[in-house]
């Protein structure tokens, strides 16, 4: 396969290039004398992209997601801002929804119903509870956020000469792939959805017609990106059980609807571990990395998330209190390093989870801290930094999620490890397949497995702690960002 | 095909057959004399082979439940207990497991664990934790009690001079296929699954090794058989993300492993048909019917199920709630029969879930009712009879289940409603597939489409109600406990 950068530039000869997401690389706050200021952005799909090279001639159409997003959209005078910031240097297209339907499209639709469905997160007998607010939201905020989005995009197609190349992202715009089909037949038309897809069955807990153009729209794409082969399994499996006319083979991974025909494709998604490497070796990483240490132990265990029920967070303390139970010895010698991200705070069951951390926290420190040793150290800001510091001298990397697209401590601790500490994985995170020959596995409900694994992970010799790094090294390198959108960029060469 | 009492000879002449489940079709009591008294149980398992004609030769083996059981056991001074009573004219013979053994099994493993699993009936972020009281009850409980019924089994193998036939059931006896393959390499096995198969990631939440050993020992049968596709996709998933070295025909549906091949076929079970219709006829249904109707309104919709969280009672009263909001012209005119059995009420969430339905009950009726008309008739009992009755009558049949293998009542209203009444029926019901033409379809968290589905249902005129009924009835004939078994039988016969 051809480097990644002589790939875009095929790509970007054949093709006017353009990438969508909710969220976009570039956000505008007014300053005090009213100037405008840009400045980059850090999602998951800003993340994955920054691995294109520089100059990359591409569109990036996201929401306006405050004023100055609006207000920068309008100044400019043009339909795009080109070459906003040093760190981009495509152009930036803002869509504009009013508020209202922005707000039913994302804090009805998008996080509440489509995040939790995702990720198993509903309590089935109580949650969700499709009632009209959920269809309201539907139909007067997401299909018309997602046209919104179809209709910047069909203008950026046709201001160029050349045929448009469409690279949709995530759960917020699977509307949008039918949408551009229908108004352009012949478009081509990638979409990645960076989250797990569960299995029919879970899917259709939701009114089958949202099910049926979720799957239709999708099934409109030339190729539809997933991280895994369970979640494109699970995809082919709901299409089948929906209502749409289509031919799926199941062994080619492809489906055929009104004589379209889309592949699917598996895209692990990596890291840039340059980036890591890099930041890790920062100054102020480095100062933090000492005073943390410090207060450090023999051994030192590390737990690095946001406080989302789905990351497990919980099940990773109780773990670790079944190994202080187990094993005596280890108290005084060990410290478990929760650094927790506050996430999502307006939300019920996020307040309540990370009260739920705090308080198992504070049970465990009160049931075995001595007068020189505590067994949790808590970390709970939003400081990553700090993260990368502990990343750096962990002796086990606890990784317990219970759903997650991928995973990006458990690549980039590796990489920047000088322990050669050892990962501890659940086997239902989306990364895990890409990694399990480097990893010790848990599965997320298992606290005696879960707390075995950290003995077992302290127990390795040096040499195995050793290999299990370079395997892991090995495999985070190869399924790297550049890599990723290759492996992409080369398919969609293919067609 | 030939006729199921022709495939059972065939079978027998071949086969020394064997069926074993946990609950056998016969159970004692003692008498206040001492007696052993027999009677005929009324599980599924026993209902679905309850088709077989009289006379067939087999075995059955199943637990000895209760103190009765055993006694009954060892005093016949047989290894089985030839045709107990008039109802069951095979042998039966009982394992027995220490009550120790048994309750870890059913009360830690069976229930609790893989009941829930089965229905996505865990709330992910705090249910389940896999504990020492859990790895205790599995390897002490569960394969214990799997173990003693492989041994049972086996002796009635070697009893015979035929080759063995073994009919598995259901989430009990995941591990005797793999046991009995061993110990036997030629023996001919089948194992049927009566709940759903979730995705093999909602599988991963327990620990690898359990997944790994029920996968590997269900690999072993000659035959697995499920209730739809979904379910056989999803156990090719799970197998293809465990650590097992198998090959995966995904077209075919086969796995192969160390040598062995395991076919997977999808039987969607049914009912008894005529055995309704005879109860429906009864005096005692009669009489119950007569009595009903004296407090019925003109328009009649039905709900019948345990008070179990899978089922979604909670939603069918919500759902119900909207209908009467958004349709004052109905208030007065309708009844919803809510005929409720409690369940399992010795689990805290099965407790509250019927304490939610009664509130759900009671605020509607404190709501909407007049003077001379509640909405909601609560019929909270275990009273066959009285569902079997309410059937008979019903405009609206509403079966808006969660998860769960199939559905007896959607099978069993539609043979002897004497009105042509609607079925809405929930589309993750195991049942669906086999029903979808008959039926008005609804997702189980959709309240507002639930609502809609029962108004559209009321207002079918006749002759689309009657059609809907043909089609109904055809397709409940076709899959049939008698037809059910034959084709089982004719796969048995052609391997």
Redesign the interface.
């Known amino acids: 396969m051809a480097e990644l950068a002589q790939l875009c530039i095929d790509i970007t000869e054949r093709y006017s290039l353009i990438v969508a997401s909710n969220r976009g690389p570039v956000e505008y706050r007014s300053a005090d004398n009213g100037e405008l200021v840009p400045r980059h952005t850090s999602g998951g799909v800003v993340t994955a992209l920054g691995a294109l090279p520089d100059g990359t001639d591409l569109t990036w159409v996201s929401s306006a997601l405050g004023e100055a997003d609006r207000r920068a959209s309008s100044s400019a005078g043009l339909s795009k801002i080109p070459k906003p910031i040093p760190q981009f240097t495509g152009s930036i297209k803002f869509v504009k929804p009013s508020r209202r339907v922005y707000h039913k499209y994302y804090n009805i639709i998008c996080n509440p119903l489509l995040w939790f469905l995702h990720h198993?997160?509903?309590?089935?007998?109580?949650?969700?509870?499709?009632?009209?607010t959920?269809?309201d939201a539907w139909s007067s905020g997401y299909l018309q956020v997602n046209q919104t989005f179809a209709s910047g995009i069909i203008e950026e197609v046709d201001a160029s000469s050349k045929p448009g190349l469409v690279m949709l992202h995530d759960y917020h715009l699977y509307l949008c792939a039918g949408m551009l089909r229908k108004m352009r037949p012949d478009l081509m038309i990638q979409h990645y959805v960076h989250v797990?897809w569960?299995?029919?069955?879970?899917w259709?807990?939701?009114?089958?017609d949202i099910?049926n153009e979720i799957c239709a729209s999708l099934c409109k794409t030339n190729i539809l990106g997933f991280q895994t082969?369970?979640d494109s399994?699970?995809f082919l499996?709901t299409v089948?059980?929906s209502d749409l006319d289509t031919t799926i083979d199941?062994?080619n991974q492809t489906i055929s609807m009104d004589g379209h025909t889309c592949k699917l494709k598996i895209y692990p998604m990596g890291i840039n571990p340059s980036e890591v490497v890099s930041i890790s070796q920062s100054p102020r990483v480095i100062e933090r990395r000492r005073t943390l240490m410090e207060s450090s132990t023999d051994i030192s265990i590390v737990r690095i998330d946001r406080a989302e029920?789905?990351k497990?967070i919980?099940?990773a303390l109780?773990a670790y209190e079944?190994l202080l139970k187990n094993r005596k010895d280890l108290c005084g010698r060990v410290t478990f390093w929760a650094c927790i991200v506050p996430s999502r705070s307006h939300i019920r069951?996020y307040q309540r989870?990370l009260e739920e951390i705090r308080q198992e926290i504070a049970r465990i420190n009160t049931g075995y801290s001595t007068d020189t040793w505590a067994p949790v150290v808590a970390l709970i800001e939003n400081n990553y930094l700090q993260a990368v510091a502990a990343m750096t001298f962990y002796d086990v990397l606890l990784v317990n999620t219970?759903?997650e697209g991928t995973n990006l401590i458990a690549q980039e601790g590796p990489l920047i490890n000088s322990r050669n500490g050892v990962v501890v994985l659940s086997?239902?995170s989306g990364v895990y397949?890409s990694l399990k020959e480097g990893v010790i596995?848990v599965?997320?409900?298992?606290?005696?497995?879960t707390s075995d694994a950290l003995a077992r992970a302290i127990s390795l010799t040096p040499e195995e702690r050793e290999s299990k790094q370079i395997l892991l090294r090995n495999s985070i390198q190869a399924m790297s960002l550049s890599n990723w959108l290759s492996v992409q960029f080369a398919d969609l060469m293919d067609i």
Do not use: F, H
Request: charged share 15%; proline share 14%; aromatic share 12%.
């Open positions: 198993y997160m509903w309590n089935t007998p109580y949650s969700p509870n499709v009632d009209s959920v269809y797990p569960p299995e029919a069955r879970y259709n807990m939701l009114p089958q099910v082969m369970a399994r699970n499996s089948e059980l199941w062994g029920p789905s497990n919980v099940r109780k079944i069951q989870y219970i759903s086997n239902t397949p596995s599965s997320p409900a298992d606290l005696e497995g």
